[in-house]
Every structure is written in structure tokens, then in C-alpha cells.
């Protein structure tokens, strides 16, 4: 079987990440893989062991020589599917390419947010089917008025091989001049407003005044950045709290953690969510979207924009170092279970198998090994 893939995400994390996760799982099976690309992206040159992929320039949501670049690929490559992964663009413009080129359009949905309803039955026209990554978006889908037979559920995965509990306190002592007695608290989340980030920061306050050494890292990078740098230096919290931008060794660097923050107003799943807890880390996060189907037996969740009750969860993380540990033993668990890299593999092809017919993809390279 051939799939075409389209991601235009700029870095190799969230939904990107998991592209290269089910092109990996794909190529295992004998499938054959193509990837059209921001060239920008890392994923580009990530993606060449186990696809060939089109690297080009894309624009935006309004793109159109995307729908005419992706229009040639396919023309070139006949491939059997069109999965398109990402928003920026891939979605409208590559459900008009794959119409215009007649091959089956499937669209992965990772966001929970609401669509205008009088243009979903116009855009949702452009795909044969939906996969959501959370029970969450499908609810948000079912509100906009996307048919529930038009919708399947597979969640995100995590490698949970390479992320794992390692905890080495002494290196991130060296890495960036924290105590090993001190609390450490992360977020990892793009710097954009609907993540939280100013619901941490009024939060913190009331975390100190219970626990004054803890220290709060931030991960990720978007147009807040300046807006943020400029409220931690105004409040005199530099030595407090620091803006680490993209890191490339999550790995090691989240299992040092003492509690990861997730205070987002709208998440679709939440793939630091996954990694921090396969890390054995718990976790506090707002309840919204898809984040109740990770957050468990292994933290607390709290009402989205609700600070008071944010410090008050972070507090009854740190109050308690042994139950914190049992949290980071149940998470590790239950992403185990839920959230592994061949199931998240295999739900994607069962859908396949259904747009395709059962019978023809049966006869397909490595598709009746996944049932």
C-alpha cells in the first residue's frame, strides 16, 4: 500500500513527531511511504529512511500552489491514500488536491477547537474520513456537526523506550546550575496563548509561599516569548523562572522533573503530556480537551484558567514525594497501555483498511499482521 503524507509543521515535535512515528511503523509493515513537507521542517531529512520525500516551501492556510504542488505529487506518485496530518494549509488545500486528483482523503484532527458551522459541511466535504487523536476532539467534531460514522479515534503514541524514567538530578545540576534539593517544575508547550502560560505564571505566587525554592522551567518557543521574558524581568523572577526554548534532549531532561504543568485553555491530546508521564513524571493540567484521556491515577487535573486551584495542585504534588512517585509509576503505566507507538500504528491502518475496502487491503504488504 502507498500513502501520501502531508505534514507542514516547521519542527519535529507534536504532530510531526508522530508522523515519523507512523511512517516508521508503516515501513515495518512493508508499506510504502511518500511525504510532502515544509522544507524548513527537520522532519525532511528525518523522514528519508522510511519515505521519499517532497520538500517545499508552503505558505499558510491560504497557500494555494500548496494544492497544486501536492496535485503534481500525486499525479506523479498514484499513491492509494492521501493523510493529511497538520492544519497549516494541509488540511482545505490538500482535501481540494486530493479531490481534483480522485484518490481517497483521510485527515488526522489534533486540535479541539471549534469551527465556523456553516463552512464545516463544505470543508469535512473534502475528506472521506476523520481520525481525531482524543474522545475529546471527536466530541468537539460531533458539536461542529461532522457525522459520527465519519470519525474514528487513535490516540497519539509515545516511544516510551526513549522516554523513560532516568532521573540524574547531578546532570541537571550542571546543565543549568539547579540544586538537586531544589522543586523543579516544567512545562513544555509552544508560547502561543492558548497553552496557559500566564495562568502558571499567576499562579506562582501561592506556590512560593508554601514552597519558595521551586523552579520553573519553560519549554518551547512562539510569539509570547518576548511578552513572557518581559513579565518574569518585570517581577524580578528571572532567577525563578527561565525560558529554555526548543531543547533536543527532552529524554534526559524530563525525567528530572518534579511535577509537569499543563494549564491549557484548549489541548487536542497533548504529546508532552505522554512523554512527561512514560518519564514517571506526574502531572497538573487544566481539564480541557483531550488531557483527562492522559492525566489519571497520575496527577491532579483543575478548571481551565483557575490559578488558585493550579498552585494548589502543584503544592499537593511537592507536599508529597512518595505519592508524587506512585503517580509517576501509574502514569508510566497507563501510557504503556494506552498510548504505544503500535497501537497508535495500527488503529491508522484499520482506518486505512476500512476507506480502502477489507478485501483489497487485506492483499496488501503486512496489513493482516495488524488486526
Known sequence: ???????????LYGGALQVQYLMQGLAAFGHDNVLLCDACSPLAQAAEAVARVYACEVGGDLDLR????LWRVLRRERPDLLHLHSRRGADVMGGIAGRLAGVPVLLSRRVDN????ALVP????????????????VAALEADGVAPERISCVPSAVDTAVYRPQRD???LQCELGIAPAAPVIGMVAQLIPRKGHHHLLAALPALWARHPQAQVLLLGRGPLEAQLRDTIAARAWQGRVRLLGFRDDLPRLLPCLDVLVHPAEREGLGVSLLQA???GVPIVASAAGGIPEVVRDNGFLVPPGDAAALA???????????AAARMGLLGRRWVQQQ?????MVAGNVAVYRRLLGGAAAAARPGLATTD
Do not use: N
Not at 66 to 69: I, T, V
Not at 122 to 137: C, E, N, P, Q, T
Not at 339 to 343: C, H, L, M, W, Y
Open 114 to 117: 471549534r469551527e465556523p458551522r
Open 169 to 171: 538530578r547531578s546532570w
Open 1 to 11: 500500500m502507498k500513502i501520501l503524507h502531508v505534514e507542514t509543521g516547521r519542527h
Open 339 to 343: 498510548f504505544s507507538v503500535p497501537a
Open 277 to 279: 508521564a512514560a518519564c
Open 122 to 137: 463544505l470543508k469535512y466535504a473534502l475528506f472521506d474520513h476523520v481520525i481525531a487523536i482524543s474522545r475529546g476532539i
Open 66 to 69: 500548496l494544492a497544486g504542488r
Open 312 to 322: 494548589q495542585a502543584l503544592a499537593r504534588v511537592l507536599d508529597d514525594p512518595q
